[in-house]
């Protein structure tokens, strides 16, 4: 299939990708003179934000034709081409090889300025991910004639993506080279938005973390299976229901749709994904429901050939819950959303072993105010998550802050929790500042405490709990910082004389120098 999102190439202007052009980039043809002014030129997705006319052909009109082996060999020989360092041929996108239209008239394709976001959620997990990679490529196929060039946005750092084990491994199970994938560094949607060229869809979230409030404006359609905390309003396409993924809601759009839309590659994401979210339709998890089962069944229906679902789930079960040779830092990044309000940031993780196991990590008791301070958080909340012999879920619950009116603010929220209660028992813990407990309701999954701990940040406000965290960094770094001698500046030194003056023109060549040329995974040299 093409991807439904763009792809970072290392190339020069005048090298061509391969053989396989579906892997061309569908931001290419966004000719804003506007963002031409702000490239990007950290992000080599937006080839053509960066790169300035005369592009070559594959560069100028991506969308416009498929580009043969022969004609691709007068360029570049053949199978030196490669995305991030996979190989682009043969391709492993042909199932989807209609996503980017072969024809199109050259005047549309040079007016397709506006880019339509799908936004998953920031802890990128495999239903987020596959949300929305499958909701852009099916919006790609029934856009006929839009405006917007359709981009899946997977909602992390480029940096954090090793991270996600089960979903590299499916993807790739599916000849999907995560070189292909669009992250959230790699975009800058801030900037589109205030160009006037963004619309979003979120899917598997409807609540933008406060960094991103200035996008809200640019929502035009929710998907999501959380409880609907806020009213988007008439003008927005709103799906919110209650099921164990929202893969399935995702899954029932697309099968909504043209049958033909639906390929096998397709049908595995969806029917891994939804299985592994609703762990394998086990009852005693309590997360499944009839739709998610009725979708899972469909979708083996129309491929009778799909891996089976004990043989599947448990396959990326296992690879959700490696977390071999992970620091409890990455362990803490492997699933985290955050909340904010006021002055108090708390994190939000999903920890993939048992809270004994996570209680006894080398250095813990070092490693969680460490992981606060480095990531400005006032609070940690993680809930661990195992499973018994017939997939029924143990959760258990630590909650962490060096302040302990905040702790104990926190602790009681989640302890007097009724919508749902949560069924607190308290365990012993190794560290002062952290309380650990057992989770008696098991059902209460991390998306069903997020709303208790939202609403507690958005109406406690920090001074009742004494804790007012930028006076007390700022006290903390001022405390480490040794006393700046006061004959530092002897007559020899050169600051006494004051800082040098540099120009404009010298600072921009210094920071120039930083966009060197780095050997790519064969060697070949790829843009930083």
């Known amino acids: 299939m093409h991807p439904p999102f763009p792809c970072s190439f290392p190339m020069h202007a005048d090298t061509p990708p391969a053989t396989c052009t579906q892997l061309l980039n569908p931001l290419a043809h966004v000719h804003s003179p506007a963002l031409h002014t702000h490239a990007l030129a950290h992000c080599p997705t937006l080839c053509t934000w960066v790169y300035k006319p005369p592009c070559p052909p594959w560069m100028m009109e991506p969308s416009l034709r498929l580009w043969t082996s022969d004609q691709v060999a007068g360029y570049l020989p053949l199978g030196t081409g490669s995305v991030r360092g996979f190989p682009c041929s043969p391709s492993p996108w042909l199932p989807w090889?209609?996503?980017?239209?072969?024809?199109?008239?050259?005047?549309?394709?040079?007016?397709?300025?506006?880019?339509?976001?799908?936004?998953?959620?920031?802890?990128?997990?495999?239903?987020?991910?596959?949300?929305?990679?499958?909701?852009?490529?099916?919006?790609?196929?029934?856009?006929?004639?839009?405006r917007a060039a359709i981009v899946p946005v997977l909602n992390i750092p480029r940096t954090e993506f090793p991270l996600r084990s089960e979903s590299i491994f499916l993807l790739r199970e599916q000849g999907i080279p995560d070189g292909c994938l669009i992250f959230r560094d790699e975009i800058d949607l801030v900037m589109l938005h205030r160009a006037g060229l963004l619309t979003l869809t979120l899917v598997d979230h409807h609540i933008l973390p406060s960094g991103d409030a200035a996008l809200e404006e640019a929502v035009i359609e929710v998907i999501d299976h959380r409880p609907l905390e806020r009213d988007w309003g008439p003008r927005r396409r709103v799906t919110v229901e209650p099921v164990g993924s929202c893969t399935t809601l995702v899954a029932e759009r697309v099968m909504e749709g043209p049958p033909e839309l639906l390929d096998r590659q397709t049908a595995?994401?969806?029917?891994?994904?939804?299985?592994?979210?609703?762990?394998?339709?086990?009852?005693?998890?309590?997360?499944?429901?009839?739709?998610?089962?009725?979708?899972?069944?469909?979708?083996?229906?129309?491929?009778?050939?799909?891996?089976?679902?004990?043989?599947?789930?448990?396959?990326?079960?296992?690879?959700?819950?490696?977390?071999?040779?992970?620091?409890?830092?990455?362990?803490?990044?492997k699933d985290l959303k955050v909340l904010s309000g006021d002055q108090l940031i708390v994190a939000i993780s999903a920890v993939y072993m048992t809270l004994e196991e996570f209680l006894q990590r080398p250095g813990l008791q070092h490693d969680l105010p460490t992981f606060c301070q480095q990531h400005s958080y006032t609070a940690l909340v993680a809930m661990t998550i195992s499973f018994g012999e017939r997939h029924e879920p143990h959760?258990?619950?630590?909650?962490?802050?060096?302040?302990?009116?905040?702790?104990?603010?926190?602790?009681?929220?989640?302890?007097?929790?009724?919508?749902?209660?949560?069924?607190?028992?308290?365990?012993?813990?190794?560290?002062?500042?952290?309380?650990?407990?057992?989770?008696?309701?098991?059902?209460?999954?991390?998306?069903?405490?997020?709303?208790?701990?939202?609403?507690?940040?958005?109406?406690?406000?920090?001074?009742?709990?004494?804790?007012?965290?930028?006076?007390?960094?700022?006290?903390?770094?001022?405390?480490?910082?040794?006393?700046?001698?006061?004959?530092?500046?002897?007559?020899?030194?050169?600051?006494?004389?004051?800082?040098?003056?540099?120009?404009?023109?010298?600072?921009?060549?210094?920071?120039?120098?930083?966009?060197?040329?780095?050997?790519?995974?064969?060697?070949?040299?790829?843009?930083?």
């Open 97 to 146: 090889s209609s996503l980017l239209p072969a024809q199109r008239p050259p005047d549309h394709v040079q007016h397709h300025q506006e880019v339509h976001v799908v936004l998953g959620n920031e802890a990128c997990d495999l239903d987020s991910m596959v949300s929305a990679l499958t909701l852009a490529y099916y919006l790609t196929q029934t856009a006929a004639g839009a």
């Open 268 to 333: 595995a994401l969806l029917h891994g994904t939804i299985l592994l979210d609703c762990v394998n339709l086990a009852p005693e998890a309590r997360k499944v429901t009839p739709k998610d089962a009725r979708y899972v069944a469909l979708l083996e229906a129309r491929f009778p050939d799909l891996p089976a679902r004990d043989i599947i789930f448990e396959t990326l079960q296992k690879a959700k819950f490696d977390v071999t040779g992970l620091t409890t830092e990455q362990v803490l990044q």
């Open 395 to 528: 959760r258990q619950l630590a909650v962490y802050s060096p302040c302990a009116r905040l702790r104990a603010t926190l602790c009681s929220a989640l302890e007097r929790a009724s919508s749902p209660p949560l069924d607190l028992s308290p365990l012993p813990s190794p560290c002062p500042d952290l309380c650990t407990y057992r989770q008696g309701n098991v059902a209460a999954s991390r998306k069903k405490v997020l709303p208790i701990l939202r609403e507690l940040l958005l109406h406690g406000g920090p001074e009742p709990w004494g804790c007012r965290a930028g006076e007390e960094a700022m006290a903390e770094d001022e405390a480490l910082l040794p006393p700046t001698p006061m004959n530092s500046l002897v007559d020899d030194c050169p600051l006494a004389r004051g800082l040098p003056a540099l120009s404009p023109e010298a600072v921009f060549e210094r920071v120039s120098r930083l966009a060197v040329v780095r050997p790519g995974p064969a060697g070949s040299p790829e843009k930083k």
